[in-house]
């Protein structure tokens, strides 16, 4: 039998190994310009996204239940987020179809570290779009 092995790298930079100098710090007048562009900032409700919501909160909670995940929900005025502390995620089975669920649902999906070192994977649920300068950032009708 062959085997097979793929190993691709794309050059990302360790954190710890960038230079101080390197890095863009933002002038002032970047920053009174993304606070005037914050400004411009208008969350417009999607009523099926607001109904369907419950039901994404809901399929969260179960999960967490049934598979003893822990998990923490937060409501903001344009979405819900669903952030779980992860070492290692193992799905498989059952567990993997119903996160699948999940997932099929969400607008977006994060990794990341935290300060404390621990891995976070945050879901995203849009139950508003959200507009800049009048333009359209999300696309969710």
């Given at each position: 039998m062959d085997k097979f092995r793929f190993n691709k790298k794309f050059g990302n930079t360790d954190s710890s190994?960038?230079?101080k100098k390197d890095i863009n710090?933002?002038?002032?007048?970047?920053?009174?310009?993304?606070?005037?562009?914050?400004?411009?900032?208008?969350?417009?409700p999607v009523s099926r996204r607001i109904k369907e919501a419950e039901t994404f909160v809901a399929m969260i909670i179960e999960f967490c239940d049934l598979f003893e995940y822990d998990m923490e929900i937060t409501r903001s005025d344009?979405?819900?987020s669903a952030i779980m502390k992860i070492e290692v995620l193992i799905l498989s089975g059952y567990c993997k179809d119903y996160f699948n669920r999940i997932l099929a649902m969400a607008d977006e999906i994060n990794i990341h570290p935290n300060p404390q070192n621990e891995n976070?994977?945050?879901?995203?649920?849009?139950?508003?779009?959200?507009?800049?300068?009048?333009?359209k950032t999300r696309n969710i009708e």
């Open positions: 190994q960038v230079n710090t933002p002038k002032l007048d970047d920053f009174e310009n993304f606070l005037k562009k914050l400004e411009t900032r208008k969350a417009v344009s979405e819900i976070l994977l945050i879901i995203r649920y849009y139950t508003h779009e959200v507009f800049f300068d009048g333009k």
